[in-house]
């Protein structure tokens, strides 16, 4: 098994998780999400058009109408027609039927493919209020089961973890103009899921190997942790990732922002359980008084070789300078000659050297 030191780096990983959280930051609170209408209310239209028709023509269209700050998107539509999602959080049903006579007049509705939702504003607030009560909860529960079955020093990294994998799925879907629906919660609850279960099984094989090396280094041991769990983890992930494309490709509008918002997450919950969680674990368990004392050795033992290495060589130069001198005054030098190879001393079979003292050898009884 090939054991790669990814914990020699794990300040560059530290590096790269302070971009994705610069990103997600930048991306959701800048930029901004486009919340659907289960956390805003509003109306939601989805309509089929005959012609080809991009998202600008049809978001001015409908804007020309009086419509404020109109949402649309591109969805997969039924029977090869051209569908987009129309949302807007005021929409009556008079500027709903003069939105359908434009769309027909320029580019044409394919018929049966209208389809309108609207939703209160009472229940786009209680579905706000549980959404984030539900993720509360989650984190909270994963917390107490990570601090029961480990300590409290890997369940830290776990949650930083998954604030890593919701904060750029969130970012993505800021920086895409994705709407935030009650299916994007759904799918980040199971991002949860699957990223702290990818987390527990490096833990869980970090903690074994805890009591089986000594001598090495808390990083030493979370790099062959990695090494024995990476395989297992690709191909979990893979496997997970097939269903989800297919889900992406051929799936309506509503298991399309699930797919996605998953597909993100699985990728994301991969990649942080080994390098965002495993060296925010090593660092705070280097902390510990009976690591920082192996780190301290495994430096000075590296730092001794160096020295080591270097005295080596300023003295085989001079060696060599000694010996061509006494050749070159016919002198005979001193200086050792270099081994030959170590030369096995066992005796051969079938002769062993007797060690007793001469004449006391023993004697023959013939029958």
Known sequence: MRVVPFMRYKWWFIVSLSAVTVFAIIAVFIVGLDLGIDFKGGVRMQVGLEQQASEGEVRSLVRDLGIQDPVVQTVKGASGTYSFMITAEEMDETQQNAVEAALESRFGVDEGSLAVE??????????????????????????????????????????????????????????????????TVAAILTILGYSVHDTIVVFDRMRENTH??????????????????????????????????????????????????????????????????????????????????????????????????????????????????????????????????RVSQKPKKGKTSSKRPAGKGTKRTSR
């Open 118 to 183: 609207r939703v209160g504003g009472s229940f786009s607030k209680e579905t706000t209020n549980r959404a984030f009560i539900a993720i509360a909860i989650a984190v909270v529960a994963i917390i107490a089961y990570l601090t029961l079955r480990f300590e409290f020093k890997f369940a830290l990294p776990a949650i930083v973890s998954l604030v890593h994998d919701v904060g750029l799925t969130l970012g993505i879907y800021a920086a895409t103009n994705r709407l935030v629906t009650a299916a």
């Open 212 to 341: 089986l090396m000594k001598r090495e280094t808390y990083g030493e041991m979370a790099d062959l942790s990695i090494a024995q769990t990476v395989v297992r983890s690709i191909n979990t992930s893979v496997s997970t990732l097939l269903p989800l494309l297919a889900i992406l490709i051929f799936g309506g509008p509503t298991l399309n922002d699930f797919a996605f918002a998953l597909t993100i997450g699985v990728i994301t919950g991969t990649y942080s359980s080994f390098f965002v969680a495993t060296p925010l674990a090593v660092l705070l368990k280097e902390r510990e008084p009976r690591y920082r004392k192996r780190l301290q050795a495994a430096a000075a033992g590296a730092g001794a070789a160096v020295d080591v290495g270097t005295a080596a060589e300023a003295v085989l130069p001079e060696q060599g300078a000694k010996t061509a001198s006494a050749k070159s005054s016919g002198v005979k030098s001193n200086a050792p000659k270099p081994s030959q190879g």
